[in-house]
């Protein structure tokens, strides 16, 4: 969004091979719309159609300055994941450093209900256990660099719709500018996985 908390947003008709016309329409940056949606380009080819990309691209500038220290994040891939009970689940997870200093010391953390155990992890380090705390020490981190893996952990024999939160964190070494998204939770919920068969013909 621009200084007046305004931004435009972009859009086409049809199917990606039949794109007759872009349209526009001004938007309110809590997501109201402003201005009823325009035209503002339209195909004059003897078979209309609009080039454009699903990546998105545009005329209009856009620039992102980046907090001087340390920005970290984590975040699950859900907030919620299921699970068989008496089996494991597993949490996607992923973190990032968002600010213009290279973070130093950085420890991502998992914290576990205690009926709930650690299995393995898809991080290729080898994390530390104590009770119920999984420790990952890992890489210095710059500006932009992020990473993702799945932890796995071991639910107990319940009954289905029981839930338990795990709780993620990310700590560096050299400071925090941002420490709102350092911290973030998942809840597992113990449900009974059913996969349907696929019956491919040609």
């Known amino acids: 969004a621009d200084s007046h908390n305004h931004a435009i947003v972009t859009w086409t008709d049809q199917d990606y091979s039949s794109r007759y016309n872009l349209f526009y329409a001004l938007l309110h940056g809590n997501g109201g719309v402003t201005t009823s949606p325009m035209k503002i380009y339209t195909s ?20 992102w300055t980046p907090v001087e220290g340390v920005d970290g994040d984590i975040s ?3 907030a919620l994941v299921g699970g068989t009970a008496g089996k494991s689940a597993g949490i996607d997870i992923h973190y990032a450093n968002y600010g213009a ?15 709930v155990t650690y ?28 990473d993702r893996f799945t932890l796995w952990v071991n639910l107990p024999a319940v009954e289905p719709g029981t839930r338990y939160t795990v709780t993620l964190s990310w700590h560096a070494g050299n400071g925090e500018e ?16 059913l996969f349907m068969p696929i019956n491919a013909r040609n």
């Open 101 to 115: 200093t290279t973070a130093t010391g950085v420890v991502l953390t998992a914290t576990l209900p205690l009926s």
């Open 76 to 78: 699950p891939g859900a």
């Open 119 to 146: 299995v393995g992890d898809s991080s290729g380090l080898t994390p530390t256990v104590e009770g119920n705390t999984v420790t990952w020490h890992l890489p210095d981190m710059s500006l932009l660099d992020q």
């Open 44 to 63: 004059e080819a003897a078979a209309p159609y609009l080039l454009t990309s699903y990546e998105g691209y545009g005329n209009t500038s856009f620039s």
């Open 178 to 193: 941002n420490p709102a998204n350092n911290t973030a939770s998942v809840e597992i919920m113990v449900a009974n996985q």
